[in-house]
Nanobody, 120 residues
């Protein structure tokens, strides 16, 4: 199994910057994809950004040009650099990982979430 722990959330003013981190532990091998989702009150959880080994980053249209996802494979950590934050970015941000187990299949894991609040 895989455990994901997010950090870096907080309260910032519009136009500010935050960097989220997510560290994976447990069965840390064969995690081809990591990323970030978010969920605002009363809204469905939506994709923010994902990154797959050997592929290119995938971003939601609403964050393109402002957010950047990166991964440090040696540290089993994925980051989300968030610039030019807007009040509509306010949400709980969840780390996401896909764990590939040979002979079994793929498993999807979620972190507990970290709150990002952007004030006007």
């Amino acid at each position: 199994q895989v455990q994901l722990v997010e950090s870096g959330g907080g309260l910032v003013q519009a136009g500010g910057t935050l960097r989220l981190s997510c560290a994976a532990s447990g069965s840390i091998f064969n995690i081809p994809t990591m990323g970030w989702y978010r969920q605002a009150p009363g809204k469905q959880r939506e994709l923010v950004a994902t990154l797959t080994d050997g592929g290119s980053p995938n971003y939601a249209d609403s964050v393109k040009g402002r957010f950047s996802i990166s991964r440090d494979n040696a540290k089993n950590t994925v980051y989300l650099q968030m610039n030019s934050l807007k009040p509509e970015d306010t949400a709980v941000y969840y780390c996401y990982a896909v764990h590939l187990v040979t002979g079994t299949g793929m498993y999807h894991y979620w972190g507990q979430g970290t709150q990002v609040t952007v004030s006007s």
